[in-house]
């Protein structure tokens, strides 16, 4: 069935150094994306969201790139501070149905001191 | 302004208690949602409500009730529930048909004993 899933259930990386989480997805029609951070005992918040009529979108410290060919999804933060740490979900929909996210399964950020 | 609130933060009932989760948005956004969230886990949609009407029910059981009493507010009516309904429970609101992003409540912690 279609799914959304991610490679690493777990990160971790040292303090100040790049993040790199991957997500890919199966649905073709699917032509927006999005990545939440959820902290814990809080509701996801949204980060930075991309369509899939570009490759690539900046925010402040984080970089959504978008792999149409592959169907894969990425999530750079630059400079990861110890605030990071959350579990990151990444969601994908198709505007021209019900505005239904498919949500990945998660990956944990543990940013090491 | 992208806040959602939802109230209460923390509830306990029991199986046969009647109680309601409340949600509120003033962002002027014409899509609510109320989502299930179990441990470790991606968010599960049960509900949308469109322009105050219901536009989807995931097969959510009828001890679910969901109300959207004006375009700012959604209620989840629980009744009889069961222990494996106890989860962290999500409402989101977007603007609707030209606007996909959805912002998240922080949650209720719902603990069906």
């Known amino acids: 069935g279609e799914s959304v899933g991610l490679h690493l259930p777990t990160l971790s990386v040292q303090e100040g150094d790049n993040s790199i989480i991957n997500c890919a997805y199966s649905?073709?029609?699917?032509?927006?994306f999005i990545w939440y951070k959820q902290e814990s005992g809080k509701g996801p918040q949204f980060i930075i969201d991309i369509r899939s009529n570009m490759d690539k979108r900046q925010g402040q410290r984080v970089t959504v790139l978008l792999n149409k060919t592959v169907k894969h999804l990425s999530l750079q933060i630059a400079a990861t501070q110890p605030g990071d740490s959350a579990v990151y979900f990444c969601?994908?929909?198709?505007?021209?149905?019900?505005?239904?996210?498919?949500f990945g399964t998660g990956t944990r950020l543990k940013v090491l001191a | 302004d992208t806040e959602v609130t939802q109230t209460p933060k923390h509830l306990v009932m029991g199986m046969t208690n009647k109680k309601s989760l409340k949600c509120e948005q003033h962002?002027?956004?014409?899509?609510m949602y109320w989502y299930k969230q179990k441990a470790k886990k991606p968010p599960e949609l049960m509900f949308v409500?469109?322009?105050?009407?219901?536009?989807i029910n995931e097969s959510v059981p009828s001890r679910f009730s969901p109300e959207c009493p004006n375009s700012s507010l959604l209620n989840l009516h629980l009744h009889a529930l069961q222990p494996e309904d106890s989860a962290l429970y999500l409402c989101a609101s977007s603007q609707g048909r030209q606007e996909e992003t959805q912002y998240f409540g922080p949650g209720t912690r719902l603990l069906v004993l």
């Open positions: 969601a994908e929909s198709s505007t021209s149905g019900t505005y239904k996210y498919i």
């Open positions: 649905n073709s029609a699917s032509d927006y």
């Open positions: 962002m002027g956004h014409r899509a």
């Open positions: 409500y469109s322009y105050e009407k219901l536009s």
